[in-house]
């Protein structure tokens, strides 16, 4: 009974199969033996499209289809039915096409940007491929040819600050098609409502600048407008840019003890007070002092008292005028006022070696030991010495 139910399946089992290979689009690839080969996957691969780029062309490796076959290839893209309702994606008229593959099963089909109605980018469609033993499919999608980076200076991102100096932009092109051979032209308006001001024409490889500098005051909105072209097609990229008022990059901390009694506020090491590092070092009944060693050659610190509101609301503009109030001096007395401090630290001999910043104490050890916080850093450059 068991062997005739099992020669009643395979016979089922075997009727099943016939009946599939009278469908020509369900055809199951054979050897010279008659044995269902499957030989793989298909991989279809494009280099796509960009806002750049007049067209695209998709190849597919159909491996399970025949030398001979005919690929029916058409393009998908979301569309409303005629009849109403959400968009589906459906075929688009006039984009079908047909494909005879070789002996290396590779189907290559072209489309035009006009062919595919990819306008902005984030367009799309669905490249198809279906023929009797194989099929794929593959998105394409349109995408923008220029980036913008973000305001950088020495490669890394910063806020745009008034009165930091100078940071860049990097725009990168890069077409589908190949290498980009024009240029970067460049606007900004400082403020939706007002008129269009050239920044300059770059190529992609320079640093377009952009500073705080340039926005007028009260008006903390900048747009810049990247317009690149190749050919009929141009593409526009639109950063917008809120610059802030002047604040201290970095907010750090440090002790000084009688095992440590110098302290590098650039690079926030403990040293010796000996240290020709040592901008700040601890005295007798912990005081706190510019450093001897360090303080040479057009070298300094001088310290004004403040506020711990002033330190906290973090504000260049605010400090430097409550420096240049007050009546410098180069040793202070950490336990005497409010332990809060504007420092102005010259470090060199130009304008960018002048680094303002602020310092509050937190703890001290009577007879052992000042802890402190401090605020640095008001100009791009800073960023290179201050660590």
Excluded at 124 to 148: C, I
Excluded at 298 to 318: C, E, H
Excluded at 338 to 351: E, I, M, P, Q, S
Excluded at 360 to 368: E, M, R, S, W
Aim: net charge neutral.
């Amino acid at each position: 009974m068991k062997t005739y139910i099992k020669n009643l399946f395979i016979m089922a089992t075997a009727a099943s199969l016939w009946s599939c290979t009278k469908q020509p689009y369900y055809e199951i690839p054979t050897d010279e033996n008659g044995n269902v080969v499957i030989t793989g996957v298909a991989k279809t691969t494009s280099d796509g499209i960009t806002t750049l780029d007049d067209g695209f062309t998709v190849t597919s490796y159909l491996p399970n289809a025949k030398s001979g076959d005919v690929m029916k290839v058409e393009l998908l893209q979301l569309q409303t039915p005629s009849g109403g309702g959400s968009q589906q994606l459906l075929p688009m008229a006039g984009t079908q096409k047909e494909i005879t593959l070789g002996g290396d099963l590779t189907a290559v089909v072209s489309y035009t940007r006009a062919e595919a109605k990819l306008v902005n980018a984030g367009d799309y469609v669905t490249v198809t491929f279906s023929g009797k033993t194989d099929a794929a499919t593959f998105r394409v999608n349109l995408k923008d040819a220029t980036v913008v980076s973000n305001p950088q200076y020495n490669g890394k991102d910063v806020d745009v600050i008034r009165s930091a100096g100078t940071a860049s932009f990097k725009a990168t092109v890069a077409p589908a098609s190949g290498a980009y051979a024009g240029n970067v032209v460049v606007k900004k308006k400082n403020g939706t409502n007002e008129a269009w001001q050239s920044v300059g024409t770059f190529s992609p490889s320079d640093a377009i600048p952009v500073s705080g500098d340039d926005f007028a005051v009260g008006k903390d909105t900048m747009i810049y407008s990247f317009v690149t072209a190749q050919g009929s097609y141009t593409n526009e990229v639109i950063k917008t840019i809120v610059a802030s008022n002047p604040y201290f990059f970095l907010k750090k901390s440090g002790t000084l003890s009688t095992t440590n009694d110098g302290f590098n506020l650039l690079t926030g090491a403990a040293v010796a007070s000996t240290n020709a590092n040592a901008v700040i070092t601890l005295g007798a009944n912990l005081t706190l002092s510019q450093g001897a060693a360090w303080a040479t050659g057009g070298k300094g610190i001088s310290f004004v008292p403040s506020t711990i509101a002033t330190y906290n609301l973090n504000s260049v503009n605010d400090a430097k005028t409550a420096f240049a109030a007050g009546s410098p001096v180069t040793s202070i007395d950490p336990s005497a006022g409010t332990g809060v401090y504007v420092f102005k630290l010259v470090n060199g001999g130009t304008a960018s070696d002048v680094i303002y910043g602020m310092l509050k104490v937190t703890k001290l050890t009577p007879g052992a030991s000042a802890e402190f916080e401090y605020r640095i850093g008001n100009l791009y450059t800073h960023n290179s010495v201050i660590q």
